[in-house]
């Protein structure tokens, strides 16, 4: 003959372990968690586009500018803001920003066109000047190419 399971409560006569009921509740709440988890995690990833975007899009801005002063020759980069991609002609590249990430620009009307912008810079160092923002989640982030000097900036 077996002894009898010994019990949480004491109780010779009563089986340790859940209820259907205990077990129910558990797996809503863990139901629950995994349908807001997706929600919770696209806000960060859409501010983590773009300030990846950002970083390489002012990389791309200090490269241009770097050539213009060692090729003694004016370059520029277009920026497609409707459609989200930007293009180095010069070196005959183009780039799209994720789908998350919103572009605008600020500068010069002459440098405007529809949707199309550019920032050109100079064999002495100087840029025709913008501000290109870009936004993804709750984050924005401003790239500024100063026109008198051509220095890239980021700020967000």
Avoid: C
């Amino acid at each position: 003959m077996r002894a009898p399971r010994p019990s949480l409560a004491g109780n010779p006569g009563l089986e340790a372990g859940f209820s259907l009921l205990e077990l129910l509740v558990v797996l809503s709440i863990i139901g629950f968690v995994l349908t807001l988890a997706p929600a919770m995690l696209s806000a960060p990833r859409k501010s983590m586009d773009a300030r990846t975007s950002a970083s390489a899009l002012a990389s791309d801005l200090r490269l241009t500018r770097m050539e213009a002063i060692v090729s003694g020759q004016e370059r520029d980069i277009r920026l497609d803001i409707g459609h989200g991609r930007y293009e180095l002609p010069w070196r005959h590249e183009s780039k799209s920003l994720p789908t998350s990430v919103q572009m605008s620009f600020i500068g010069p009307q002459h440098n405007i066109k529809d949707q199309d912008a550019l920032i050109a810079f100079f064999p002495d160092g100087s840029s025709s000047g913008g501000a290109i923002t870009l936004s993804g989640g709750k984050r924005s982030f401003t790239i500024t190419s100063h026109w008198l000097t051509g220095r890239i900036s980021t700020d967000g």
